[in-house]
T-cell receptor
Framework: DTAVSQTPKYLVTQMGNDKSIKCEQN?????MYWYKQDSKKFLKIMFS???????INETVPNRFSPKSPDKAHLNLHINSLELGDSAVYFC????????????FGPGTRLLVL | QQQVKQSPQSLIVQKGGISIINCAYE??????FPWYQQFPGKGPALLIA???DVSEKKEGRFTISFNKSAKQFSLHIMDSQPGDSATYFC???????????WGAGTKLIIKP
């Protein structure tokens, strides 16, 4: 049974399109995260929700909007996709604050053409 | 102040050798230092973590060494195996700050 799952696994789309990535965790955790990993493998935190409340909102374009319908789900919507958005997006979850172990999903590989 | 500097960027080690990855930080308020391991096509996974009240933590072939005065910590992989080939990330966090500060990653290749 997958602990943190993401859909889709791959996403190829044209510039200017709007797309969403979904994340679900079945670990009963109360904190979820979105990370962006670029081609050089650098991990950048984008957002974090704790009990559906936004607690980390890093400097990312406002074209990126997270939504947490409940504690087990954190979705990421991206408007007006740009070439520079191409990356791997990881969802993660943890029980409590960030010093707890973060469990990562398998990633969504986004390619913007 | 918020950065964690990781080196080397890449590392090739012979099977059976010792792999050493180093990280340095500036912010003395950091109090939690995890290492994550990422295999190609997968998400990172926690490997081992340390708090600054100890100077060393060992789990199997993996050891974290922590030098509080130098503000440095390192990961040692003893008897390195080809299955250890992965990207390794150090990170740090502090107090009630929810955010992990990540190093840039080290790509480790173990040659058979």
């Amino acid at each position: 049974d997958t602990a943190v799952s993401q859909t889709p696994k791959y996403l190829v789309t044209q510039m200017g399109n709007d797309k969403s990535i979904k994340c679900e965790q079945n670990l009963g955790h109360d904190t979820m995260y979105w990370y962006k990993q670029d081609s050089k493998k650098f991990l950048k935190i984008m957002f974090s929700y704790n009990n559906k409340e936004l607690i980390i909102n890093e400097t990312v374009p406002n074209r990126f909007s997270p939504k947490s319908p409940d504690k087990a789900h954190l979705n990421l919507h991206i408007n007006s996709l740009e070439l520079g958005d191409s990356a791997v997006y990881f969802c993660a979850s943890s029980q409590g604050i960030v010093r707890e172990t973060q469990y990562f999903g398998p990633g969504t590989r986004l390619l913007v053409l | 102040q918020q950065q964690v500097k990781q080196s080397p960027q890449s590392l090739i080690v012979q099977k059976g050798g010792i792999s050493i990855i180093n990280c340095a930080y500036e912010n003395t308020a950091f109090d939690y230092f995890p290492w994550y391991q990422q295999f190609p096509g997968k998400g990172p996974a926690l490997l081992i973590a340390i708090r600054p009240d100890v100077s060393e933590k060992k789990e199997g072939r993996f050891t974290i060494s922590f030098n509080k005065s130098a503000k440095q910590f390192s990961l040692h992989i003893m008897d390195s195996q080809p299955g250890d080939s992965a990207t390794y990330f150090c990170a740090a966090s502090m107090g009630s700050n929810y955010q992990l500060i990540w190093g840039a990653g080290t790509k480790l290749i173990i040659k058979p």
